[in-house]
């Protein structure tokens, strides 16, 4: 069958094909990892940009080559991690620029396409390395210019063969790779993508990994082994972070700014969004630049030499392959958005809401804007735990990145999610799993999460963390309000009597998840206007004076103007620098219903 255009339909459906096999073969990738560091992260770093990219665009409905073009550049420049995926960020940003406002594409227009996007590539990078991805990416540009042919299909099969081609010679221009005896793992990810969209078209079933070599034969995963590079690499951090704002900088004056603090470093903007990835020994100044541009949303500093670490022990055979200490599990109770989680490469496992016609899985088939509009519709859904067979998935994905996999989770007193998550983890007995009941829910657990990601991040034990999160979780808290009572009332938290009563009297509530996960009563005000300021008052009586280090979180069912009051407050009062912004996820908010906001605060002292 021959294909004569491509439109948007078309290009959403070879992107999917194409993301989904990258995301199979992370393992792989991770295991021959040797550039610019051996610290065995880019297949997961490549795997969470793809899988960001798939996931909108499954969701998508755009029509044009455009449209779509655009969705997958935005949702890759929020998902990039690590340099291959800012790089493939890159690729398609610039190939979405010049196909803006386009609905199809004959084979030379989409020839020229490519090579926009690679020129893009180019002039983002300050020092391009050949022999890694860009090499590939150029040589498939070039034989898609040189393509005598009218047919994709065609087409297709001429650049996978250029790929392959050029992937087998990147050893040839990269010595540490001829020396570990292996190609470029960023150059064999963009030949997967290929792959991917080969098989689509060829009808192929694509090799599912589904459970790891390790949890079948008990064996170690060999990694490629590589000296860590002491004299090329200079610094210890791989630090990134993402920022939104209205008025942010170019990305040249953000190189320039950056320039001095690290190398490595590759800026990404659009849409109100900029992206950094540097590697540097000042992760703080970096974040701290970063804030003067715009709301610093997502951050991490990864230790690369831990990392590293993690990847001699494997290729010493005494574990299997890991590309770091500990990898970590949540469930989307923990209410941070994809960016935070994505950004610290967690697994979440979705519970479900249930409606009369059947259940959606949280923050997945349904986001919170969708579930608000069907709340103050008046439906009353209800919330179900996730079944051990999700919770088996993640474990296992997980373990592939961690030699100790540690799930924070909903609180045991809440749900039975957690009781889930242990018959699960009883299941993978080979897996290291440790699990912690974070006794809270929403913004009080995400902020645990956070915290256990930054800790792995820097290097700590899995022994060193769990104490850690237990003397940290005595020490935070979240309080809430409701507008309305009935979710509340329908889920046994308050009695009909008081609802009636408070109702009359226009009392509004105001509670808490105390230490032991029990909703408590904290105080009644008459009116909403006053909430807010007795909320913050509240605070000041839990937070000591003499607090140093304190992240806040604000969430919110439809309520933007409360985060306009609260986040100054919070500046003004605590000089607070870390505050966590976002809606209410749907499994918290069929409990509480429109209109219902609340402040975490974590005290890290």
Same mark, same amino acid.
């Given at each position: 069958?021959?294909?004569?255009?491509?439109?948007?339909?078309?290009?959403r459906?070879?992107?999917?094909?194409?993301?989904?096999?990258?995301?199979?073969?992370?393992?792989?990738?991770?295991?021959?990892?040797?550039?610019?560091?051996?610290?065995?992260?880019?297949g997961?770093?490549?795997?969470?940009?793809?899988?960001? !990219?798939?996931?909108?665009?499954?969701?998508?409905?755009?029509?044009g080559?455009?449209?779509?073009?655009?969705?997958?550049?935005?949702?890759?420049?929020?998902?990039?991690?690590?340099?291959?995926?800012?790089?493939?960020?890159?690729?398609?940003?610039?190939?979405?620029d010049?196909v803006?406002r386009?609905?199809?594409?004959?084979? =030379?227009?989409?020839?020229?396409?490519?090579?926009?996007?690679?020129?893009?590539v180019?002039?983002?990078?300050?020092?391009?390395?050949?022999g890694t991805?860009i090499? !590939?990416?150029?040589?498939?540009?070039d034989?898609?210019?040189?393509?005598?042919?009218?047919?994709?299909?065609?087409?297709l099969e001429?650049? @996978? *063969?250029?790929a392959?081609?050029s992937? *087998?010679?990147?050893?040839?221009?990269?010595?540490v @790779?001829?020396?570990?005896?292996? $190609?470029?793992?960023?150059?064999?990810?963009?030949?997967?993508?290929?792959?991917?969209?080969?098989?689509?078209?060829?009808?192929?079933?694509?090799?599912t990994l589904?459970?790891?070599?390790?949890f079948?034969a008990?064996?170690?995963?060999?990694?490629?082994?590589?000296?860590?590079?002491?004299?090329?690499?200079?610094?210890?951090?791989?630090?990134?972070?993402?920022?939104?704002?209205?008025?942010?900088p170019?990305?040249?004056?953000?190189?320039?700014?950056?320039?001095?603090?690290?190398?490595?470093?590759?800026?990404?903007?659009?849409?109100?969004?900029?992206?950094?990835h540097?590697h540097?020994?000042?992760?703080?100044?970096?974040?701290?630049?970063?804030r003067?541009?715009g709301t610093?949303?997502?951050?991490?500093?990864e230790?690369?030499?831990?990392?590293?670490?993690a990847?001699?022990?494997a290729a /010493?055979?005494?574990?299997? #392959?890991?590309?770091r200490?500990?990898?970590?599990?949540?469930?989307?109770?923990?209410?941070?958005?994809?960016?935070?989680?994505?950004?610290?490469? !967690?697994?979440?496992?979705? @519970?479900? %809401?249930?409606?009369? +016609?059947?259940?959606l899985?949280?923050?997945?088939?349904?986001?919170?804007a969708?579930?608000?509009e069907?709340?103050?519709?008046?439906e009353?859904?209800?919330t179900?735990q996730?079944?051990?067979?999700?919770?088996? +998935?993640?474990?296992?994905?997980?373990?592939?990145?961690g030699?100790?996999?540690?799930?924070?989770?909903?609180?045991?007193?809440?749900?039975?999610?957690?009781?889930s998550a /242990?018959?699960?983890?009883?299941?993978?007995?080979s897996?290291?799993?440790?699990?912690?009941?974070?006794?809270?829910a929403?913004?009080?657990?995400?902020?645990?999460?956070?915290?256990?990601?930054? #800790? &792995?991040? &820097?290097?700590?034990?899995?022994?060193?963390?769990l104490?850690?999160?237990?003397? %940290?979780?005595?020490?935070?808290?979240?309080?809430?309000t409701?507008? $309305?009572?009935?979710?509340?009332?329908?889920?046994?938290?308050?009695?009909?009597?008081?609802?009636?009563?408070?109702?009359?009297?226009?009392?509004k509530?105001?509670?808490?998840i105390?230490?032991?996960?029990k909703?408590?009563p904290?105080?009644?005000?008459?009116?909403?206007?006053?909430v =807010?300021e007795?909320?913050?008052?509240?605070?000041?009586?839990?937070?000591?004076h003499?607090?140093?280090?304190?992240?806040?979180?604000?969430?919110?069912?439809?309520?933007?103007?409360i985060?306009?009051?609260?986040?100054?407050?919070? /500046?003004?009062?605590w000089?607070?620098?870390d505050?966590?912004v976002t =809606?209410?996820?749907?499994?918290i908010?069929?409990?509480?219903g =429109?209109? &219902?906001?609340?402040?975490?605060?974590?005290?890290?002292?």
């Amino acid at each position: 069958m021959r294909i004569l255009y491509l439109d948007g339909e078309r290009l959403r459906r070879s992107l999917v094909a194409g993301c989904e096999y990258v995301r199979q073969q992370r393992a792989e990738l991770n295991r021959i990892n040797v550039f610019p560091v051996p610290d065995g992260d880019t297949g997961t770093n490549l795997a969470l940009t793809v899988g960001a !990219v798939s996931d909108r665009l499954r969701r998508s409905r755009f029509d044009g080559v455009g449209a779509v073009a655009r969705e997958a550049a935005e949702a890759a420049i929020l998902g990039a991690r690590g340099n291959c995926g800012m790089i493939l960020s890159h690729f398609l940003l610039g190939f979405s620029d010049s196909v803006a406002r386009r609905d199809r594409l004959d084979v =030379p227009e989409f020839g020229h396409s490519m090579s926009a996007a690679v020129r893009h590539v180019y002039a983002s990078l300050e020092r391009p390395v050949e022999g890694t991805i860009i090499t !590939v990416m150029r040589d498939v540009a070039d034989a898609a210019n040189e393509a005598q042919t009218r047919d994709f299909a065609d087409l297709l099969e001429r650049l @996978l *063969a250029r790929a392959r081609e050029s992937l *087998a010679r990147t050893p040839e221009l990269l010595p540490v @790779l001829r020396k570990a005896g292996v $190609v470029d793992a960023g150059a064999k990810g963009f030949v997967h993508l290929v792959e991917g969209v080969a098989a689509l078209l060829r009808g192929e079933p694509f090799t599912t990994l589904s459970v790891p070599p390790d949890f079948t034969a008990g064996e170690p995963i060999a990694a490629a082994a590589a000296e860590y590079p002491e004299a090329s690499e200079q610094y210890r951090y791989c630090v990134e972070g993402l920022v939104r704002g209205e008025s942010l900088p170019d990305s040249d004056s953000v190189r320039s700014a950056l320039r001095e603090r690290g190398d490595s470093l590759i800026v990404l903007g659009g849409s109100g969004v900029l992206k950094v990835h540097i590697h540097t020994d000042e992760p703080e100044t970096v974040f701290a630049y970063l804030r003067t541009t715009g709301t610093l949303v997502a951050h991490k500093a990864e230790d690369m030499a831990a990392q590293h670490a993690a990847v001699e022990r494997a290729a /010493e055979g005494h574990v299997r #392959l890991a590309r770091r200490p500990v990898s970590l599990v949540t469930d989307s109770a923990c209410n941070l958005p994809d960016e935070i989680t994505r950004a610290h490469g !967690v697994y979440v496992v979705p @519970l479900s %809401i249930v409606f009369d +016609d059947g259940a959606l899985r949280d923050g997945v088939d349904m986001s919170a804007a969708e579930f608000e509009e069907r709340l103050r519709d008046g439906e009353h859904p209800t919330t179900s735990q996730p079944p051990p067979a999700a919770f088996l +998935d993640a474990f296992r994905q997980a373990a592939q990145d961690g030699e100790v996999v540690l799930g924070v989770l909903l609180g045991s007193g809440l749900s039975g999610t957690f009781a889930s998550a /242990e018959a699960a983890s009883r299941q993978l007995p080979s897996a290291n799993i440790r699990l912690f009941d974070s006794k809270c829910a929403a913004l009080t657990q995400g902020m645990l999460l956070l915290k256990a990601a930054e #800790l &792995a991040e &820097a290097g700590w034990t899995v022994e060193r963390i769990l104490p850690e999160l237990a003397r %940290i979780r005595q020490q935070s808290g979240v309080v809430f309000t409701v507008e $309305v009572f009935d979710n509340l009332l329908a889920s046994g938290r308050v009695g009909r009597g008081k609802v009636m009563l408070a109702g009359l009297l226009d009392i509004k509530p105001i509670l808490e998840i105390d230490a032991d996960a029990k909703v408590q009563p904290v105080a009644n005000v008459r009116g909403s206007r006053r909430v =807010p300021e007795r909320v913050l008052n509240l605070l000041e009586q839990r937070i000591p004076h003499d607090a140093k280090h304190v992240r806040f979180g604000i969430m919110h069912i439809g309520r933007p103007e409360i985060v306009e009051f609260l986040r100054p407050e919070l /500046e003004r009062r605590w000089d607070a620098t870390d505050i966590l912004v976002t =809606p209410v996820t749907p499994v918290i908010a069929t409990h509480l219903g =429109p209109g &219902a906001w609340g402040l975490a605060w974590q005290i890290e002292d």
